[in-house]
Nanobody, 121 residues
Framework: QVHLVESGGGLVQAGGSLRLSCAAS????????MAWFRQAPGQKREFVAV????????EYRDSVKGRFTISRDNAKDTVFLQMNNLKSEDTADYFC??????????????WGQGTQVTVSS
C-alpha cells in the first residue's frame, strides 16, 4: 500500500523558515520524480517544486524561486522542502506527490494528505 506522509508544517512569522518532509512507502521511490503542491483556502491547487529521481533536475514556480529548495534522500525514501523567507501568501496546505515525469504539468500518481503551513504577517 502506498503512503506519502507529510510533516513539518506549522505556524511561523513572515520572514521565518520551515522544512517540510514527506516520507514515502509502498512504491519505488527512487524511480519517481517527487513534487510539492499547495492549496490555499478557496484557491486551486498549485505546483510549487519538483525534483527528478536522481536530484539532477529541479523546477520551481516563480514566486518561490530563491526562497524554497526541494531535495530528496533516496536512501530514506524522503523528499524535503526547505522554505525560507516565508510570506503570508505562502499560507496553504502543502502536499507531496510522486510521478514519472519531473514537470509542473505532469500527471502525478500518488499523493499525500498534506500538512498545513500558516505564515503570520
Amino acid at each position: 500500500q502506498v503512503h506519502l506522509v507529510e510533516s513539518g508544517g506549522g505556524l511561523v512569522q513572515a520572514g521565518g523558515s520551515l522544512r517540510l518532509s514527506c516520507a514515502a512507502s509502498g512504491f519505488a521511490f527512487s524511480d519517481n520524480a517527487m513534487a510539492w503542491f499547495r492549496q490555499a483556502p478557496g484557491q486551486k491547487r498549485e505546483f510549487v517544486a519538483v525534483i527528478s529521481w536522481n536530484s539532477v533536475y529541479t523546477e520551481y514556480r516563480d514566486s518561490v524561486k530563491g526562497r524554497f529548495t526541494i531535495s530528496r534522500d533516496n536512501a530514506k525514501d524522503t523528499v524535503f522542502l526547505q522554505m525560507n523567507n516565508l510570506k503570508s501568501e505562502d499560507t496553504a496546505d502543502y502536499f507531496c506527490a510522486a510521478g514519472r515525469t519531473p514537470s509542473m504539468s505532469a500527471r502525478y500518481t500518488y499523493w499525500g494528505q498534506g500538512t498545513q503551513v500558516t505564515v503570520s504577517s
